[in-house]
T-cell receptor, first 113, second 115 residues
């Protein structure tokens, strides 16, 4: 049973438009969430995080929104750039401890020029 | 600063054999984590080492084991390989215990293929 779900395996967006990547979780004890980005032949790299005391966190073009009641979070990329094309993983944990992270299966984002 | 390095990049083994994967963490990082990414699945937590000790393990059989050396590098051993062990194995390190996500740095992984 997947505790962290990313129901869209892939997403295509035009350059300059908004990309919205979604993530749902089932464990109500999760209180820390992260997004990682992965290019082919490289390891995942940390992108942005949010704790359950917030409902929004912004870093440049990247914004993560958290809806605790719906157990849903989303990553918005505005504007999308071709270099954003990668696989995006959502992860969740009880507490900000690396060993507890549960990762979703990932969404492959393609930003078309 | 060198990142997390993993070796080998690719490994092909026959079913029933043993595989050994290696990871060198970022200098100053004491925690090492191992994850498995099978095709179509997310990263599955395998093992966590800190200060030379196994701190936690995921839901994997005992034939998945490892160790951490005094220099904090780590080895993952997979015994009695099965076809479904074919996956990308990722190592990550963090600077302190407990690890903080922002300092959680991944290597590029070892692609293990079992034939």
């Amino acid at each position: 049973d997947q505790q962290v779900k990313q129901n869209s395996p892939s997403l295509s967006v035009q350059e300059g438009r908004i990309s919205i990547l979604n993530c749902d979780y089932t464990n109500s004890m999760f209180d820390y969430f992260l997004w990682y980005k992965k290019y082919p032949a490289e390891g995942p790299t940390f992108l942005i995080s949010i704790s359950s005391i917030k409902d929004k966190n912004e870093d440049g073009r990247f914004t993560v929104f958290l809806n605790k009641s719906a157990k849903h979070l989303s990553l918005h990329i505005v504007p999308s750039q071709p270099g954003d094309s990668a696989v995006y993983f959502c992860a969740a944990s009880e507490g900000n401890y690396g060993q507890n992270f549960v990762f979703g299966p990932g969404t492959r984002l393609s930003v078309l020029p | 600063e060198a990142g997390v390095t993993q070796s080998p990049t690719h490994l092909i083994k026959t079913r029933g054999q043993q595989a050994t994967l290696r990871c060198s963490p970022i200098s100053g990082h004491t925690s090492v984590y191992w994850y498995q990414q099978a095709l179509g699945l997310g990263l599955q937590f395998l093992l966590w080492y800190d200060e030379g000790e196994e701190r936690n393990r995921g839901n994997f059989p005992p034939r998945f084991s490892g160790r951490q050396f005094p220099n904090y590098s780590s080895e993952l051993n997979v015994n009695a390989l099965e076809l479904e062990d074919s996956a990308l194995y990722l190592c990550a390190s963090s600077p302190k215990f407990p690890g903080e996500a922002n300092g959680y740095t991944f290597g590029s992984g070892t692609r293990l293929t079992v034939v």
